[in-house]
């Protein structure tokens, strides 16, 4: 019994110094004390995947209206995964709420990552609310003054990257900025036109054959007509 509470001792005293150390070496780093000289920023640190050295949740203070810099800020989430300051910056462009995955291009890069939240998402929503910022442009804003800011430490090229509405971001973002990024990888990125917009209909009406298309149509009627019996299944 003794043995097997020492050796619990033993296995829990080495992960808390292995942790201990690697909290100390990563506050001891070049990039924790640029961080921390940032303005207008809150930095924390957390754990990272294991093709990252470092990792922090970050703060970044922006305007609500870009238009208007010196009026109300809100606070955007951000997460930055280092690996190498020389290395290419994977920056991606989240349409909605964010967390710290991996990207595939960082993956495929092994190289640095920024992942943003989008405005009037998550942890990133403005005070006072008003619906009338949350436009293309003003999350273009913020997505350009976080590569402005960031590009003066991280030397490496740029690749913008979103997935659905964050693939609409980046290509948004290289309308309004062409010069921020080297490349970008929009991943589906749509582009409506309108609430509704009519061209999916259109696009439906031609696919396939008719018969083909009424099966399909009446498939979807028969899961509405059974939604109740159906709903218990899939949840």
């Given at each position: 019994m003794k043995s097997k509470l020492f050796m619990l001792f033993l296995v829990f005293f080495v992960l808390t110094n292995s942790n201990y150390s690697q909290i100390e070496d990563t506050l001891n780093s070049d990039l924790y004390k640029w961080l921390k000289s940032l303005p207008d920023i809150e930095?924390?640190?957390i754990k990272s995947d294991k093709i990252f050295s470092?990792?922090?949740e970050i703060f970044v203070s922006q305007p609500i209206d870009h238009n208007n810099p010196d009026g109300p800020k809100f606070k955007q989430q951000i997460f930055l995964s280092h690996t190498d300051k020389e290395k290419p910056m994977v920056i991606e462009l989240?349409?909605?709420a964010v967390n710290n995955r991996t990207a595939e291009l960082s993956k495929i890069l092994n190289c640095n990552q920024i992942m943003v939240e989008h405005r009037y998402f998550g942890e990133s929503v403005p005070a006072p609310f008003d619906w009338k910022y949350l436009t293309i442009k003003q999350a273009a804003d913020d997505h350009h003054r976080i590569i402005e800011m960031f590009k003066n430490y991280y030397t490496g090229k740029w690749i913008t990257t979103g997935i659905s509405k964050g693939g609409s971001c980046a290509i948004f973002h290289g309308y309004f900025y062409p010069d921020d990024a080297d490349a970008s990888v929009p991943y589906v990125g749509p582009l409506n036109l309108s609430i509704d917009d009519q061209r999916v209909?259109?696009?439906i009406k031609s696919v396939s054959t008719p018969?083909?298309?009424e099966k399909v149509f009446?498939?979807?009627k028969l899961c509405f007509e059974k939604r109740d019996e159906l709903y218990s299944i899939f949840l």
């Open positions: 930095v924390t640190q470092e990792a922090y989240d349409g909605y209909y259109e696009w018969e083909c298309r009446n498939f979807q």
